[in-house]
């Protein structure tokens, strides 16, 4: 911050703003004319949008031919998001505390194991995975793909709220368990609230890498039923009887709104990540 | 309530840190556990509040064994060096926090709260967060919750270490009058022979785990039992001569100085011996003269302190009521009150 200000106290900064502008300029123009695509029509061979419609909205309200209700897709990619990021913070936020603080056995090996895991593409896995989804019964389900994406996420979270609770101080667990609280209170009225920046990062990080998520769901859980908004997205283009540029626009912004929405009220959380640590 | 160790032992993996320690303290007594850094002081403290598990000896609040028992039954009071106050809640929730997990209705709880804060003067911050208060109002509010609870020992772990000067002094004697009021049998661990002098009715002084004397304030300065405990209190702090025993008195080898010894050191002709003079014993108004360079000169304001380099090379520090009359670089003669050394052998035994 202050770094930045004293740039614009000695410099003006109209010409910086001016060359950034123009190096960006293409993606906004790109940006601007996926969503006047989505309400207009435009002659072939042309730049210029002659008539307005709502036409390739209309998978808003009525089913497209051989496609599952876009609400129905819009739900199950909620409920898909919400619950891998409650099973990631709820996971990562105990793993994290009993890895930066409890003396289990193998500590080190469970961290190294963890980072591993990390470090592994998922992709690679992705057969071992279906085969198994489908020997238990849970290929196609919501729960399946819910429980792989989790699991393939919980590793980046489990290091990273370990790394936010190591910055909290031992001498207030100290002095909590000494005003007699358990060792669970502890950890639930005083330890966590001090990484509660790291929790919001990290809900933030795994809703969009959830809502984004687009292998596993296409792979695990392709069916009708169950199926994603990104999934949804790729069988737009993937289906060459009906090839609809302009719905498959709409349903991009559709698709992308949510994130923006979510980027623009959070943001400032999504830092944490980078900056670390709670101020307490 | 008294506080016993027991053969008290306590090692991380390999290294030992304190080995069959035994130590008692009266109730209602305040007593200091002082010594340098990493001899202890912490390791025996978190002992008996419960957060280190001893691996030897026993730990009796009263007549009850608390070894085994973990930090949440203990009923102590701690205060660190940190303060350790709970960040995001407000000084009436820290200080109400020990309360509220032993489960007391909201109303009682603020009533205790009031209660306290009168005590320890904080009565009109209990709406802040610990980020907005100076550092002595936040080790007011350490102190209220370590009291709030009625706890029946009261353990301080460097409590002042982070405050400025002037705080410091005032700390000191707030402290010790909350633990007089309250009538609680209190440990302070400091490394600051002046905070434990000062406040404490009994001070146990330790060197790498062991405790060398323990004893009051004034016991251990007129009366230490080894050179380290001599050099660890007193400000300015003692010097030491080096030299033999020779018919009967101190004498520094190749130098004209004597100092008669009492009969009662029982040392052969030749021993090697220490001789511990305070700067208070080594003034104009002594008895056994000795000259020497000054070599280095500082006023307190009331006093000032000299540091006198000897014909043979040994320092002695003087301290005297402000003069103008000496300076760096003088030849002084004044003399040891003979009355003041203390003798130690070799080793660092008192004789
Ligand atoms: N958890 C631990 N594991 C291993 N060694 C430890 C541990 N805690 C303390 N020690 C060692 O025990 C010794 C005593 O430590 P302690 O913290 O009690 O010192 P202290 O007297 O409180 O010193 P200070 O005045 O610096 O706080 C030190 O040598 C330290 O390295
Ligand atoms: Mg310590």
Redesign the pocket.
């Known amino acids: 911050m202050a770094e930045k200000s004293q740039v614009s106290a000695n410099y003006s900064t109209w010409p910086v703003i001016l060359a950034l502008s123009i190096v960006s300029a293409p993606l906004v123009l790109m940006y601007a004319y996926l969503f006047l695509d989505t309400i207009t029509d435009t002659a072939v061979g042309s730049l210029i949008p002659d008539s307005f419609t709502l036409r390739h909205w209309r998978f808003l309200w009525e089913t497209l031919p051989g496609k599952p209700n876009i609400w129905l897709v819009t739900l199950n990619t909620l409920i898909f998001t919400t619950s891998v990021t409650a099973v990631i913070v709820l996971v990562s936020s105990m793993a994290g505390y009993v890895l930066s603080r409890l003396n289990v056995p193998a500590r080190g090996f469970f961290l190294a194991g963890v980072m591993v895991l990390h470090a592994f593409p998922s992709v690679t896995l992705i057969i071992a995975i279906f085969i198994v989804l489908q020997m238990i019964g849970l290929y196609n389900s919501l729960i399946g793909v819910i429980l792989v994406k989790a699991a393939i996420d919980l590793p980046l979270g489990i290091w990273l709220m370990k790394g936010f609770y190591d910055t909290v101080p031992w001498e207030i667990e100290m002095a909590g368990v000494v005003d007699g609280a358990s060792r669970f209170r502890v950890w639930r009225s005083l330890v966590l609230p001090q990484v509660r920046p790291g929790i919001m990062a990290l809900g933030l990080f795994s809703f969009l890498s959830g809502w984004s998520e687009f292998i596993l769901p296409q792979v695990l859980a392709p069916g009708g039923k169950v199926q994603v908004l990104s999934v949804y997205l790729s069988s737009l283009i993937a289906d060459d009887n009906n090839f609809d540029f302009g719905t498959f626009k709409a349903v991009g912004v559709f698709y992308i709104v949510p994130v923006l929405i979510v980027y623009a009220l959070f943001h400032k959380y999504l830092m944490n990540i980078y900056g670390g640590g709670s101020k307490g | 309530m008294r506080v016993l160790l027991d053969n008290f032992s306590k090692s ?2 390999t ?1 030992k ?1 304190i080995e069959n320690m035994t130590l008692e303290v009266g109730h209602g007594e305040m007593l200091a556990l002082l ?12 002992a008996i509040c419960g957060i280190h598990r001893p691996t030897g000896g026993r730990i009796l609040f009263g007549d009850r064994d608390v070894t085994d028992l973990p930090s949440q039954a203990r009923n102590i009071g701690v205060v660190f ?1 940190s303060y350790a106050l709970y960040p995001h809640m407000t000084v009436a929730e820290n200080i109400g926090f020990p309360l509220k997990v032993k489960g007391m209705p909201g109303e009682d709880i603020r009533k205790e709260v009031d209660r306290i804060s009168g005590l320890v003067h904080i009565g009109n911050l209990l709406g802040r967060r610990p980020a907005e208060l100076s550092g002595g109002q936040q080790q007011r509010v350490a102190l209220a919750r370590a009291l709030v609870r009625k706890p029946d020992v009261l353990l301080l ?2 409590p002042l270490a982070n405050l400025d000067a002037k705080l410091r002094l005032e700390m000191r004697s707030e402290i010790r009058r909350i633990q007089r009021e309250t009538g609680i049998t209190a440990i302070l ?1 400091t ?1 600051d022979q002046v905070e434990a002098m000062s406040m404490c009715d009994r001070i146990a002084i ?1 060197k790498e ?1 062991e405790i060398v004397q323990i004893a009051t304030p004034a016991e251990m300065y007129n009366d230490p039992r080894t050179a380290f405990v001599a050099g660890f209190l007193g400000n300015p702090p003692i010097t030491f001569l080096r030299g033999v025993m020779a018919n009967g008195a101190f004498a520094i080898p190749d130098s004209e100085i004597r100092v008669p010894l009492p009969v009662s050191i029982a040392a052969s002709e030749g021993t090697k011996l220490m001789l511990g003079v305070r700067p208070e014993h080594f003034t104009p108004a002594g008895d056994i003269a000795v000259s020497g360079k000054v070599t280095f000169a500082e006023t307190q304001g009331r006093e000032n302190l000299y540091d006198v380099s000897l014909d043979g090379g040994p320092l002695l520090r003087s301290i005297q009521p402000v003069r103008h009359d000496v300076n760096i670089g003088d030849a002084v003669t004044w003399a040891i009150d003979s009355k003041g050394v203390l003798v130690f052998a070799d080793d660092g035994r008192r004789l």
Request: hydrophobic share 25%.
């Open positions: 991380f993996g290294t840190v010594g340098p850094s990493g001899c202890g002081k912490s390791t025996t403290l978190f060096q772990d460097e661990v490394h330790m785990g």
